[in-house]
């Protein structure tokens, strides 16, 4: 036997092989030998001859040389490789959450559920930032145990999927919305903007209640309790019940208003339906009604029109800043039926609400004058103790705050009264019949209509209301 332990080189005692990927070396014995000793030299020196320069595991090619038998029947790795890290992936970060399943319920702060919020509309306004491109990234290189380099890949650039009114910035970093609208995904995960929100069906817990900066249109009803906000128009194409409806634009209901005196319907520009019923509907321009109005509260910054087959008004109160317009007004029970014109009807409201405030306002300075009455009274006959001196200093402010109150109230009634005597555009029309029970109000002057008359014309003349025969 030889000094180092074999009479044979040690090739032919192991073999080394290296995995496909390059990144293993395994050593083996294939003739292991009772009496074998190997050192640690050569251990090295027959990797280095098998080409195998990188991640030599030094400790475990120590542990071999002291024990050989013990490794025996094993394939025993004896070197790493540095693997290669591909490049991440680019990536779209969006501003806004385009998941549709995440819409469930808002939770309210004291952890009750409300079903009205099913969750926000992604309402984007023009310029905005949609989405920014994370850019790809390179990869690290890696090494084989055989000492070459392993080549990375770069991660895959994303790509933004444009879709209709939105741009990229001319480096392709940034994606801006071209109008104010709904941000959406479509087929293939286009990005879109729309400028209006259709909802195939009804407005209930399932929608939610909306709010757009653009058009809303609803292919179905309006239930009850719900609410829809719009900059733009709303359109519904079935029904409005008891719910709140506001837009910037016009608001058109086709099948009709059943509100029970729930809810609201405000247009900052016209109405248009086909009968309103308990309704409370606002249109700073005119509010247009082809069948009927029952029961309502109707307030028009210019025109009230119902001049369909029917052109009923009946019960209510009618406001329109110019004209009202109907084919009948009133019915032969004589229900007490209220038309309002020539004055906006906020300032017909803004009257009424002064009227109150200067009432309880001429009450509590009523209160407060007679006290101090009694105050000097004591005072004069030298009884009042120091309590009731601060009280009568305190009393004497507060005169002096609410007649200047008072002042300021009585002020602005004039202001609105002269508006009312400006009553030149007034008019109401009758194309039918008006009935007994019909209240006229015409700026600050009422006609109480008494007995039914046909086809006339309503207005002021001489500082008085007259109706006159079409």
């Known amino acids: 036997m030889m000094d180092n332990g074999h009479h044979l080189p040690l090739e032919h005692y192991v ?11 395994f050593l083996r014995f294939v003739n292991p030998d009772e009496g074998l000793t190997v050192s640690l030299v050569e251990l090295e020196k027959i990797l280095e001859k098998n080409g195998i320069k990188h991640g030599v595991r030094y400790d475990v090619l120590a542990e071999i040389a002291k024990d050989p038998k013990a490794f025996y029947y094993s394939e025993i790795a004896v070197a790493a490789g540095t693997p290669p890290k ?18 469930k319920p808002l939770e309210r702060e004291d952890g009750t559920i409300d079903y009205h919020e099913v969750g ?24 084989a145990v055989t000492g070459e380099t392993l080549f990375s890949k770069k991660g895959k650039e994303a790509r933004f999927k444009i879709g209709k009114n939105v741009v990229a910035d001319e480096q392709n970093q940034y994606l801006y919305a071209v109008i104010d609208g709904l941000l959406t995904k479509t087929e293939k995960d ?8 259709e909802v195939n069906g009804d407005v209930d ?42 837009a910037d634009g016009s608001i058109e209901i086709t099948a009709g208003i059943i509100a029970n005196n729930k809810g609201s319907v405000k247009a900052g520009k016209n109405v248009k339906t086909s009968f309103i019923q308990e309704g409370n509907v606002e249109a700073a321009e005119d509010i247009i009604v082809s069948q009927s109005i029952m029961h309502s509260h109707i307030r028009a910054g210019r025109n009230v029109i119902c001049l369909g087959s029917k052109g009923l008004i009946v019960g209510g109160v009618i406001q329109a800043g110019e004209k009202v317009t109907a084919r009948t007004i009133g019915n032969n029970m004589s229900t007490p039926t209220s038309i309002e014109v020539g004055v906006l009807p906020e300032l017909r409201s803004e009257l009424v609400q002064l009227k109150k405030e200067t009432q309880a306002l001429y009450e509590n300075l009523d209160k407060t004058s007679k006290t101090l009455i009694l ?3 004591l ?33 602005r009634i004039l202001e609105i009264e002269k508006n009312l005597e400006d009553t030149s555009k007034a008019e109401v029309k009758i194309v039918s019949t008006i009935y007994g029970g019909s209240k006229i109000v015409i700026g600050r002057y009422t006609r109480f209509i008494k007995d039914a008359t046909q086809r006339a014309v309503i207005k002021m003349a001489d500082g008085e209301i007259v109706m006159r025969s079409e």
Do not use: C
Request: charged content about 25%.
């Open 15 to 25: 073999s080394v092989n290296i995995s496909n990927d390059k990144l293993h070396a």
């Open 86 to 103: 591909d490049g991440a992936d680019g990536m779209i970060r969006f501003q806004f959450n385009l998941d549709q399943d995440s819409q």
């Open 120 to 143: 926000a509309l992604n309402n984007i306004h023009k310029g905005q930032l949609i989405a920014e491109r994370i850019p790809a990234q390179e990869g690290v290189h890696g090494k």
């Open 190 to 197: 286009k990005i879109n903007v729309f400028p209006i929100y």
């Open 205 to 246: 817990f399932k929608t939610g209640n909306i709010e757009f900066v653009g058009t809303v249109i609803i292919r179905g009803n309006v239930l009850t309790g719900f609410k829809i906000k719009a900059s733009g128009d709303i359109r519904v194409i079935g029904s409005v019940e008891g719910a709140e409806l506001e």
């Open 375 to 377: 105050l000097d009274q």
């Open 379 to 411: 005072a004069s006959a030298g009884q009042i103790s120091p309590d009731k001196l601060a009280l009568r200093s305190k009393l004497s402010n507060t005169k002096r705050q609410q007649t200047d109150e008072m002042n300021e109230l009585k002020e």
